[in-house]
C-alpha cells in the first residue's frame, strides 16, 4: 500500500520551508488583504442592504469581486508553490496572476462558484417557497437542503483546490482541463485534505484571538503545508518526481 506523508509531516516541512521568509510574506498578504478590503468598501458602502434590491445587488457585486480574487489566489499559489520547491520569492509574486492568464484565473473561479450556488438551489428554491407557504414545517426541509448543499459545496472544494496549482504547473492547460486534473488527482485524497483543513481550525481561532496578528503567521502556514500537499500528490502521480 502506497505511503503518503502524514498531516503533521506536511506541517513540519512548511515550517521549515518558512523560516527567514516572513519579512517578504506578511507584507504580501497585507497588500492583498488591503487592495481588496479597500474595493470591497468602495463598492459595496453606497447599498442599503436592508432593501431586498439592494441585498440582491450586494450578492451580485460580492459574486463578481471573488471572480476578482480569482487573479490573487493565482498569484498567492505562485508564491507559496515557489517557497516549498525552495525558489526566490518576492512580494510582487501576489500579482503573478495579472500578467500570466488572469483570464483562466477567473474562469477557474467562476466554475467553482457556479457548482457551488448550484449545490444550494434546491435551498434557495424552499426559502423563496418558504416566502409563499409562511409554515414552520418549512424549517425542516429547508434545515434538509442546507446540510446538503453545505456538504456539496465542502466537496466540490476538495476537488478543486488543487485547480490553481494545476494551472501553474500546466501553463498550457485551459481552465477547464486544471479543474478536470485537480478532479482527477484528488481521487482518494479527499479526506487526507479534508484532515488537513480541519487541522488548522485551532490555529485560526487562535489567530483570531490575536486580533488577527497571528493570522498573518497561521495563513503562510497553511497555504505553504497545501502547497507540499500538491507537490506530494504529483510526485505519487509522477513515481517519486516532482515537476
Known amino acids: 500500500m502506497e505511503r503518503h506523508a502524514t498531516s503533521a509531516e506536511l506541517k513540519a516541512r512548511a515550517?521549515?520551508?518558512?523560516?527567514?521568509?516572513?519579512?517578504?510574506?506578511?507584507?504580501?498578504i497585507l497588500i492583498v488583504e488591503i487592495i481588496m478590503f479597500a474595493i470591497t468598501s468602495v463598492i459595496t458602502l453606497p447599498l442599503d442592504t436592508q432593501t431586498m434590491p439592494g441585498l440582491i445587488i450586494s450578492f451580485i457585486i460580492e459574486c463578481l469581486l471573488q471572480l476578482f480574487a480569482g487573479i490573487?489566489?493565482?498569484?498567492?499559489?505562485?508564491?507559496?508553490?515557489n517557497i516549498s520547491?525552495?525558489?526566490?520569492?518576492?512580494?510582487?509574486?501576489?500579482f503573478y496572476g495579472f500578467t500570466h492568464h488572469p483570464d483562466k484565473?477567473?474562469?477557474?473561479?467562476?466554475?467553482?462558484?457556479?457548482?457551488?450556488?448550484?449545490?444550494f438551489v434546491p435551498l434557495f428554491l424552499l426559502l423563496a417557497l418558504w416566502m409563499v407557504i409562511d409554515s414552520l414545517y418549512m424549517l425542516i426541509p429547508i434545515t434538509i437542503a442546507f446540510c446538503f448543499g453545505l456538504v456539496a459545496?465542502?466537496?466540490?472544494?476538495l476537488m478543486y483546490s488543487q485547480s490553481y496549482f494545476v494551472m501553474l504547473d500546466f501553463p498550457d492547460f485551459?481552465?477547464?482541463?486544471?479543474l478536470r486534473f485537480s478532479r482527477k488527482i484528488m481521487k482518494g485524497s479527499k479526506a487526507r485534505r479534508f484532515y488537513l483543513d480541519v487541522s488548522f481550525i485551532p490555529l485560526y481561532l487562535l489567530g483570531f484571538l490575536t486580533c488577527c496578528i497571528g493570522l498573518l503567521f497561521v495563513i503562510p502556514y497553511m497555504n505553504t503545508t497545501y502547497s507540499n500537499f500538491y507537490?506530494?500528490?504529483m510526485s505519487k502521480?509522477?513515481?517519486?518526481?516532482?515537476?
Not at 105 to 113: E, K, S, T
Request: proline letters at 1%.
Open 174 to 178: 485551459s481552465a477547464v482541463q486544471c
Open 153 to 157: 459545496s465542502v466537496i466540490i472544494s
Open 105 to 119: 484565473a477567473i474562469l477557474i473561479q467562476l466554475y467553482q462558484l457556479l457548482l457551488m450556488l448550484a449545490s
Open 85 to 94: 520547491c525552495g525558489g526566490n520569492i518576492r512580494v510582487s509574486d501576489v
Open 72 to 81: 490573487f489566489i493565482a498569484g498567492q499559489t505562485y508564491l507559496y508553490l
Open 231 to 233: 507537490l506530494e500528490l
Open 15 to 28: 515550517k521549515g520551508q518558512l523560516l527567514g521568509k516572513y519579512g517578504t510574506i506578511i507584507p504580501a
Open 237 to 243: 502521480r509522477n513515481g517519486g518526481n516532482v515537476q
